[in-house]
Each structure stands twice: as structure tokens, then as C-alpha cells.
């Protein structure tokens, strides 16, 4: 059995990933009680395997206590042999803001309480940042649309098995914050800018103009060679965790140049020995590397 449980904060797209899936095939269920998490197994097991790939949403809805028993219940799940992910999804609080506000809808927290939507937003996080702690996959839906998410729900998660690592480099540009989902960050400021040229402002790290310019520079090999070794170093200990998931993210000023160029070369090295994908977020890019497809 293949199992996803999508939980994250209200707003960030979860029930547009439950809906993806379930265009996928698999078999889905909306707001789940944690505490019926074993019962469903048990009975899907017994279905003579018609049901072979699930998918659930556990999210803030639970009881509280529920919740916190919830890591118990995930190791659990997983000592039966149950190939199972956690996908968490989270934005921004502005952009939950927004998205609230534009669809007038009523936050789940906020329905018995007398808490303000931002209390309720932050009160929301800290209730599940249990499940957070424990996700393979956290997602990052602030820039993305439904359409993106749709994609990228297909593209990483449906046909994803734990026993595989998808290693997942991603250009930022500092100025508009760290990445929410990266796992580890980068910093490439200290490098030289090819901004500062007015005939390289409108290239990109993928263009040959701005590859020539900080390869003139043995400061760009060398700081892309310190992370290629430090991940060469540490991309074996994430996986004997069981992580079937990284995120590196490398950030300059603006995401677009040096932070483009060094994800470019980072993904090249390691293609071929583990799942690779590229996202440029200042861009508007994601794709498979070597793919013809991206997602602007």
C-alpha cells in the first residue's frame, strides 16, 4: 500500500493536492481523525489490495490530543511495512492573509473561538508543528498556482516511493526571504555580481553571458565545489535517516544570477544517481533536469 497524508496550514492548497491525487487514482479522504488512522489501513488491507494507493488529510481539524499522539501512530504505520509519506504545506502568513480575505471563507480555528484570523493563522502552526517536524516533504505554496500545485503534487509526490531520495536544489533571491521549505540554505552574496554589468542585467544564471562571467572567478568554482562535497559528504547519512527528500537552497541578492548559475551545476553533478529536480522560484521554474517541461 501506498500511503500520502497531506496535512499543513489552512489556505496553503491542501485540498487541491487531495483532489490531484485522487484524479491519480488513489483513494481519498478529506479530514481524516488521526485516531482513525490504524482502523483505515486495517480495513483497505482487507480489500484484497483494490485499494493499493491512498491518500488522507490530517490536519488542525483533529483533537488536540490527537495530534500529539499522531508521531506514535506515523511510527506505527510505518513498522508495518507501508510505504508512507507526509506532505506538509505551508505559505506565508500574507499570503494566507490574502487568500482568506479573497474568498471570504471563515479559518477552521476560528469557528468556536474568539480568535482573530492572525491568531488563528499562527495558532494553527503551533498546533501542528508536530506533523511538520516529521513531513518527507514540506511545500512551499506562497508563489504557486493551482495549476502549479496540481503539477507538482503529480510530478513529486504521486509516483514517489520512499525508498527513492528526490534531491531538489532551489535558486532564491534573499530580498524576498528564505525559501519556507528548504532544508538547508546556501548563501552566495559574497560572490561577484554580474548585475553590477549593465549589458548582463537581463541574462539569467542559465545564460552562457552570465556562465563566462562567473567562471572568470575562482571564488564561484570554489564555493560550488564546498557544496557539491559537503552534500557528497552528508547525502548518505540523510538518506540511512530515511529521508526521501532534500531541499538545498541557494540564495543572492536577487535569484537571479549567481544562485541560478550554482543550482544549475549542483543538479548536473548529481544527475544520475538520485532524483534530481531544479526550481528556480525568482524564475518561475521547475523541472525535472535534462526535461524539456518547466512550470512558469
Not at 153 to 174: K, M
Request: hydrophobic residues 40%; contains cysteine; aromatic residues 8%.
Amino acid at each position: 500500500m501506498q500511503l500520502v497524508i497531506i496535512s499543513g496550514r489552512s489556505g496553503s492548497g491542501k485540498s487541491i493536492a487531495l483532489q490531484a491525487l485522487e484524479d491519480l487514482g488513489f483513494y481519498a479522504i478529506d479530514n481524516l481523525p488521526a485516531m482513525l488512522l490504524d482502523a483505515l489501513i486495517d480495513e483497505l488491507q482487507q480489500a484484497d489490495g483494490k485499494r493499493a494507493s491512498v491518500a488522507v488529510s490530517i490536519d488542525a481539524r483533529n483533537l488536540p490530543t490527537a495530534l500529539e499522539r499522531f508521531p506514535t501512530q506515523l511510527e506505527a504505520v510505518r513498522r508495518r511495512g507501508i510505504d508512507c509519506q507526509v506532505v506538509y504545506l505551508t505559505a506565508e502568513d500574507k499570503i494566507l492573509l490574502e487568500r482568506y480575505s479573497a474568498t471570504r471563507r471563515r479559518h477552521p480555528l476560528t469557528r468556536n473561538s474568539q480568535m482573530t484570523l492572525a491568531e488563528a493563522i499562527e495558532s494553527e502552526e503551533t498546533a501542528l508543528a508536530g506533523i511538520r517536524d516529521l513531513a518527507d516533504l514540506v511545500m512551499d505554496t506562497s508563489q504557486l498556482s493551482v495549476h502549479d500545485l496540481r503539477g507538482r503534487i503529480a510530478d513529486q509526490v504521486a509516483h514517489h516511493t520512499s525508498a527513492q531520495l528526490t534531491l531538489t536544489f532551489e535558486s532564491f533571491g534573499f530580498k524576498r526571504g528564505v525559501p519556507l521549505d528548504a532544508d538547508t540554505v546556501f548563501d552566495a552574496r559574497c560572490l561577484p555580481n554580474p548585475y553590477w554589468d549593465p549589458r548582463l542585467r537581463q541574462y539569467d544564471g542559465r545564460d552562457a553571458e552570465i556562465v563566462s562571467f562567473l567562471e572568470d572567478y575562482p571564488d564561484v568554482g570554489a564555493m560550488a565545489d564546498d557544496i557539491r562535497d559537503w552534500l557528497e559528504r552528508w547525502l548518505p547519512a540523510y538518506r540511512a535517516s530515511n529521508r526521501s527528500y532534500l531541499t538545498v537552497a541557494i540564495g543572492c541578492t536577487g535569484g537571479q544570477h549567481r544562485s541560478v548559475y550554482l543550482t544549475e551545476r549542483l543538479a548536473r553533478h548529481f544527475t544520475g544517481r538520485y532524483r534530481v529536480r531544479i526550481r528556480h522560484r525568482e524564475l518561475g521554474i521547475h523541472a525535472a533536469v535534462g526535461a524539456a517541461d518547466a512550470t512558469a
